[in-house]
């Protein structure tokens, strides 16, 4: 998130700084408080309200990063811009003031704004730093962007902050997404010639409900339906092919998640594929979604077409192989070439999955006309949500219409 000079993240809600527990603070009074922190003060400000104590913190804090004007280099690659002082202490006292005023919600919007409009990110590659911030996504996405530069001295820390964000993921997003994917495997895997211990007796009851006799009290089965038996064997391959072009930072952090968990079950083959101008197979990885991550290298240029050229030599079983392209589709490659691959796939029963995007952050920006030509090869693309991921797994695997979110 970014956020014009001048402007300022809005203070979070609750009992007021410094008022007594259970006080009720006057309505007006509270409104002018608000909007003085987030103007920022000054003569034309207009609420001509004083802070004091924790008030007064706060809008220190504030005004040091949203009281100047973003960081600019001149024509020699120096800044020009002052801000949060200049060393990496007063950068952390900074760090943990805001992590002491505000909720870890906002403390990370403040994170991602003083890294984009100060120019902080050179400062991450302090461990003392490292240990000041709030891990997040995006945090995560900086790191990996730094990584060739980092020194030897930082780079614990910097796994320990990558390591934090991807468990506290895992455990938000794993066990959804293995229930959905392994319902929709045994519900794929259905059968209508089962044997006796095979039968899925509600479904079936289901199934002939039309048949029943009143007379006799039962229903007479004419079709059994059923379910293959539970194997340790795999039944479906999937390939993710992920851009890690800079823009998609967030989606590779949240696709090398799922790719870890998608390979911890033993029903699914996982295949996991990064790519800019060159394509890293780092399926060997996948046990460790850190590791995958320091595997990435963000930036760079786009190849689509090689990396699809990749995935289709790896693809056994085209019946029962989703590949999920994560990419905003700015190819540097060559475009025909790419939707040929496409279209060669699914013509021989792959399921072809596009996703703009696998973050929070919506729809970014991407190539208008690459997407309505993989639509009109029945691949629609779209952005999604991790939440709404493994419904999107599931449909696919099931080869059933995707759970498109409205635009």
Known sequence: MSTSPGARTSPGTGTRPGASPGATADPGDERLRRWRLVLGGGDAEGTGRALTGTD????????ELYGREPRRADAKGRDRAGGLGGSAPSVARWLGDIRTYFPSSV?????RDAIERLGLATLLLEPEMLDAVEPDVHLVGTLLSLDKAMPETTRESARAVVRKVVDDLEKRLATRTRATLTGALDRSSRINRPRHRDIDWDRTIRANLKNYLPEHRTVVPERLVGHGRASRAVRKEVVLCIDQS???AASVVYASVFGAVLASMRSIATRLVVFDTAVVDLTDRLDDPVDVLFG???GGGTDI????AHCQTRIGRPADTVVVLISDLYEGGIRDEMLKRVAAMKASGVQFVALLALSDEGAPAYDRDHAAALAALGVPAFACTPDLFPEVMAAALEKRP???PPA
């Not at 007064?56 to 005004?63: G, T, V």
């Not at 403390?107 to 994170?111: D, E, G, L």
């Not at 077409?305 to 699809?308: E, H, Q, T, V």
């Open 56 to 63: 007064a913190a706060m809008d220190r804090a504030l005004a």
């Open 107 to 111: 403390v990370q919007v403040m994170q």
């Open 402 to 404: 995707l759970p498109i």
């Open 296 to 298: 990435t290298r963000l």
């Open 305 to 308: 077409n090689r990396a699809l």
């Open 246 to 248: 800079g823009s998609m």
